[in-house]
């Protein structure tokens, strides 16, 4: 497994970044750290770091963040899958801890993750994310390239952590073909996102009560090649009124159902739009649609 190493502007600082696999038990138990300190976890939501070393030593990828002080401050954990005789990495966790958010550490992680798959003859990754955030939806459809078709409603079940309490689990299951000319066409930011969004139409209507944006439920869903998405625009606002988290959770799940069990791929998203094209999976992973 190969090291990479990288500069970037830290809190105090400029500072060096290693990538690489921890060395010992004492750099696992850190792992757990970065999973309190990232995600808010309890204790009895974090993967334990005997289980990562496990995963580690029996064919799955676990990559830490180094800082040139040796404080791990991100990390990513993906472990050996198979569904219908395809074998991929799933990647349960990809966390940067919030001081050092924002700074290319969790792209360089997932670009590292990527690199030894493929060394391992590997060319798919899959994992679960938030559709409701825009800055995940982003990271992952549009600034990594992976698709989805698959929706999976409140998939965790009730989470205590404090960036999920409070809403339903709802998740979209990310497909990224590490190998496809689109996947390498979104690393290297050559895409075409912003042309095929202006063909868009837009999929919720969404007013305002009281200040509060809600969804409305659409009469009946548009049959466009192209279809929108939105996400509410100040997510934290919203979670404080829970009947408005409902309305945001119940239509966004309506309509990705619809949409996916009507042959759509969400393949990007623009602020504050999931992108949603009617097309063949093999057709978007060619890389000549966006």
């Not at 409603?153 to 496809?180: F, P, T």
């Not at 979670?239 to 990705?256: C, G, I, P, T, Y």
């Amino acid at each position: 497994m190969s090291v990479t190493f990288f500069e970037i502007e830290g809190p105090s600082g400029p500072e060096r970044i290693e990538i690489r696999r921890p060395r010992n038990p004492e750099e696992f138990r850190e792992l757990v750290r970065v999973q309190l300190e990232t995600w808010k976890m309890s204790r009895t939501e974090i993967v334990g770091h005997r289980i990562i070393r496990a995963i580690a030593d029996n064919g799955g990828v676990v990559l830490g963040a180094f800082t040139d002080k040796g404080r791990v401050v991100g990390y990513s954990l993906a472990f050996l899958a198979e569904e219908g005789g395809k074998i991929f990495l799933y990647s349960h966790h990809t966390g940067v801890v919030p001081e050092y958010q924002g700074r290319g550490i969790g792209l360089r992680l997932k670009l590292a993750q990527r690199e030894e798959a493929l060394r391992r003859g590997i060319d798919l990754i899959k994992w679960t994310f938030d559709p409701i955030r825009a800055g995940n939806s982003y990271f992952n459809l549009t600034r990594l390239g992976a698709i989805s078709n698959t929706f999976l409603m409140n998939y965790y079940g009730r989470m205590n952590n404090s960036l999920n309490r409070g809403m339903r689990s709802d998740r979209l299951k990310a497909e990224w073909y590490i190998r496809s000319p689109h996947v390498e066409r979104r690393i290297h930011r050559v895409m075409n996102v912003e042309r095929i969004a202006s063909l868009g139409e837009e999929v919720l209507r969404v007013e305002k009560i009281s200040d509060v944006e809600i969804p409305g439920e659409p009469i009946e869903f548009p049959h466009s090649d192209v279809v929108l998405v939105k996400v509410p625009d100040n997510l934290e606002e919203i979670r404080k009124d829970r009947l408005a988290m409902e309305s945001w959770r119940n239509a966004m799940a309506k309509a990705f159902m619809f949409y996916f069990s009507h042959g759509y791929w969400d393949a990007c998203f623009l602020m504050p739009y999931h992108v949603l094209i009617r097309a063949k999976k093999e057709d978007i992973l060619s890389g000549v649609m966006l």
